[in-house]
């Protein structure tokens, strides 16, 4: 599996877009771009996947560069609640283990 | 449709002693992953089961753990002889074969003293 990099820690205003980078610079062909978030200790979420298109759901955008190289997660409106690790993770499709890096934590300020 | 199910949620075991964590996948799905949490740190993949076989055991300590899916019932992770150094959050993920996307569990968290 690829290795993803992405930073430590980020802040946010409530209300304001979060915008999430990330860069898996050795993905193979294969491998979709997965971003998951985890909130205090529960189990991870899946929030959006892609594999070179840009990709919108009811959580976030997901915006693939054209080499594919690196990554961003847009959540549009920010809100406390989005208050999480996230984590931008490669993998393949079917039966691919995934591959979680120290991810981001996003705090959301009011 | 329930989601992952783990139990138990929280799990106490003295060094030495041996600690059981079940993991129901959603309903109609056949593979099931386990990940370590850990304190501070991200998820570290274990191992991947499909029904009755061990697919992918690459992060599974080479002694004292072991896993399984049989064909009725939960996923056992199966941990002999614990030490602290296994005190973690374990979760587990199911999906179909044709699933983009893998379901969490809530996990469980063990402790051992």
């Known amino acids: 599996d690829a290795k993803t990099t992405q930073p430590t820690s980020m802040d946010c205003a409530e209300g304001r877009a979060a915008n999430l980078p990330c860069n898996h610079s050795?993905?193979?062909?294969?491998?979709?771009v997965y971003w998951y978030r985890q909130i205090h200790s529960q189990g991870p979420q899946y929030i959006i996947h892609g594999l070179k298109n840009n990709e919108t759901n009811e959580m976030a955008s997901l915006i693939i560069t054209e080499d594919r190289k690196s990554s961003t997660l847009i959540l549009p409106h920010a809100t406390l609640r989005d208050t999480a690790v996230y984590y931008c993770?490669?993998?393949?499709?079917?039966?691919?283990?995934?591959?979680f890096g120290d991810g981001t934590t996003l705090t959301v300020k009011p | 449709n329930a989601g992952v199910m783990q139990n138990p949620r929280h799990l106490v075991r003295r060094r030495g002693q041996e600690a059981r964590l079940r993991c129901s996948p959603m309903?109609?799905?056949?593979?099931v992953y386990w990940y370590r949490q850990l304190p501070e740190e991200g998820l570290k993949f274990m191992v991947y089961l499909q029904k009755e076989n061990i697919i992918d055991e690459s992060g599974m300590p080479k002694e004292r753990f072991s896993a399984e899916f049989p064909k009725e019932g939960p996923s056992i992770l199966r941990i002999q002889q614990v030490v602290r150094g296994d005190s973690a959050a374990y979760f587990c993920?199911?999906?179909?074969?044709?699933?983009?996307?893998?379901?969490f569990g809530p996990g469980t968290r063990l402790t051992v003293t």
């Open positions: 993770i490669v993998r393949v499709v079917i039966g691919g283990k995934s591959t």
């Open positions: 050795t993905i193979s062909g294969n491998e979709y």
């Open positions: 309903k109609g799905h056949s593979h």
């Open positions: 993920a199911s999906s179909t074969p044709r699933d983009y996307e893998q379901y």
